[in-house]
């Protein structure tokens, strides 16, 4: 499998479509983000909600309006680290934003069911339901403590629940794993535009019993409204401390990369991807705006409507204030127990409930399509073989296998997932500005708007990694699954690639220029050469002819072909180096450049020219590395041990075959 061939995308739909695709994972948090809005910020949570939709627009927007003009082909900030980063390093920096995108997978779907429980729960019919179930008797045997310890767990009816609802909504990635097809677009543009309706109606309705009822918001400015003659610091203290917690209202900015793909190009544009790239931020900006407006008014009713009590923790409203109000809940200036809305009422709860769970238990669609794309991709540049994980989706199978578990872990759970939610949005936020600042640097022309611009994306990456630290300080879980993911990528990966060394590899040659190529067939077609690895620098062309024509007694004759190796990115896996032929010295030398691994190139040109030609000779000295130091430097670096890896590689790749090259060794 090549290194850069992707599972294909399918056919590209228009962006409102596809904006459904990303609402199920962006828009779904409004079901239990203004809770935790209020738990983190209090009072002043509408503040903060209104903190973050300045972020979104000042910082958020213009990084990933910049990321995607530069990395269109859903692969974001991490293809933009790279590409501008290159060798191992470039694939630790990556592999750790796959590690946090990864985690973001994880804890979207499990915190998402986790929620979905909790609206199911606390409606009167599904409360019912699952009392008929009796799940206490599930755990009521005695067995040794492990199983017994676990039984007890499941048997928690959130966290049954919750399980069910994953198993239910495996179902769904089943069909995901095929592709975005419009059908399954419809689906998720039915339950999203469902969601939006009805929430936009509960928003509406609380906002208009504000406006009937003015001394409520007249008694929360004088109450937490900073003064023009008091310090403001104690305020922004605040909104900065709950700023982690309210993050997960920027999530939706890395899935929106991983769709662009997906997105029809725009008409009259000058090229596809020009286009494609312009329907996408329309995406964005509309996605973006629409979160901004039901962030700000779901907390702002939430904040001033229902009783705090009520959202503490086990609280009636606790990741669920939207619904609460859509059953007629109680709200803070009422003694008895009416609703805002004479529609509001458990039948209205009822739809309200089913709208919340089905997107909740959709939410992951979109991660779920980026890690499909993009793990393959670069588990393959470490030397990876997943094909056949793409072919029977296995790598969906076992991140669904650990969304299991985390939901166990944590009790199903909302409020212990959110750390590390926040973390994983962090940390992509974060790595989208990195990439963005790295790109800036390396293309964009010296000048007052360079060094402006370069300003703004070093302080947006401050920013994000600033709150990164503080949410990493606060709790630890969301890195913590990260770098277990990053550290199960890194030691598979090197132990596959280990095992896979004697693999050819080889994807073909480039051409520096049509004589090259031409020169190439010739040689590949021609009679026996001789070839002769040599390394510039040690000794000339003339001097390393006499050497070889004195040791090994060569006919003066014998025609032989140099061949020099220049090392590109090591850390990649396949490789398709570029060869460009000349005269130099009055020697013929085969110039290859761009190669992963000296020993893996110099095999595929013996293979090249033996397939059609008379099989050639290679000659090589003997190193005086030392075997560990040769074998490490191999798997690593790309050079070391040639001589025996070019003599395996050879014999693996033509077996028995009587027109295998000859390997010399003096």
Known sequence: MSSSRRVPHAPPNAWPLVLCLVGVDYFSTLAYLPSIAVQAAGPLAPLAAAAVVLVTFLIAVPIYWYVLGRSPDGRGAAGLLEDRIPGW???????????????????????????????????????????????????????????????????????????????????????????VHRRVLAVMAAAVLA???????????????????????????????????????????????????????????????????????????????????RNTRKLMIVGASIMAAYLVGAVTITTLLIPHQYLAAGGAAEHRALSYLAHGGSVADQAAS????????????????????????????????????????????????????????????????????????????????????????????????????????KTMARGLSRVLELLSMAAAAMFFLGMTGLTVWINQSGL??????????????????????????????????????????????????????????????????????????????????FVQAVLGDPSNFYQKPLMGIELQEGFEVIHVSSCCSVSHVLAAICIELSRAGSPPEIIFGW??????????????????????????????AMRESPRQPRILIG
Request: hydrophobic share 50%; net charge neutral.
């Open 480 to 561: 913590a699954i990260a770098m277990a993911f990053v550290a199960a990528i890194l030691i598979s990966s090197i132990v596959s690639r280990w095992f896979r060394s004697t693999e050819l590899r080889f994807e073909g040659f480039d051409f520096a220029d049509d004589a090259s190529h031409r020169r190439w067939q010739e040689l590949c077609h021609g009679g026996a050469i001789v070839l002769a690895p040599h390394r510039p620098g040690l000794i000339s062309l003339a001097e390393k002819h006499r050497t070889l024509e004195r040791d090994y007694r060569l006919d003066p004759a014998t025609p032989v072909v």
């Open 195 to 277: 969601y939006l309706a009805l929430t936009g109606f509960v928003i509406a309705c609380g906002l208009g019993h504000l406006l009937e009822h003015r001394e409520i918001f007249d008694a929360w400015q004088t109450s937490n409204l900073p003064r023009a003659e008091s310090p403001a610091w104690p305020w922004v203290s605040v909104i900065l401390w709950s700023f982690p917690q309210m993050a997960l209202g920027l999530s939706g900015f890395e899935m929106i990369m991983t769709v662009a793909p997906g997105v029809r190009p725009a008409e009259g544009a000058a090229s596809p991807t020009a286009g494609r790239i």
């Open 89 to 179: 390093r470039g694939k630790l920096v990556v592999l750790t934003l796959l590690g946090f995108a990864a985690a973001d997978f994880v804890i979207t779907r499990s915190l998402s069911v986790a929620d979905a429980a909790i609206h199911v729960l606390s409606n009167p019919h599904g409360r019912a339901f699952v009392e008929r179930l009796d799940l206490g008797r599930f755990a009521a045997g005695s067995y040794f403590w492990p199983l017994d310890l676990l039984l007890h767990r499941i048997a928690e009816p959130r966290v049954a629940v919750s399980l069910c609802l994953s198993m239910i909504s495996f179902i769904v990635w089943q069909v995901l794993k095929h592709g």
């Open 338 to 441: 009416l609703p805002i809305s004479p529609y509001f009422g458990d039948r209205f709860g009822d739809i309200y409930d089913t709208s919340c769970a089905v997107i909740l238990c959709l939410a992951g669609a979109t991660v779920t399509m980026g890690l499909r794309n993009l793990l393959p991709h670069y588990l393959n540049r470490l030397g990876m073989d997943v094909s056949w994980a793409g072919r029977v989706g296995a790598i969906l199978h076992v991140l669904n296998v650990v969304v299991l578990l985390v939901t166990v872990v944590f009790h199903a759970s909302p409020s212990s997932q959110q750390w590390a939610y926040a973390t994983s949005v962090l940390v992509l936020l974060a790595g989208a500005a990195i990439g963005a600042l790295v790109d800036l640097r």
């Open 623 to 652: 190193s005086h590395e030392s075997p560990h130091a040769a074998n490490l430097n191999f798997l690593l670096l790309g050079e070391g041990n040639i001589p025996w890896m070019v003599k395996e590689l050879v014999r693996r």
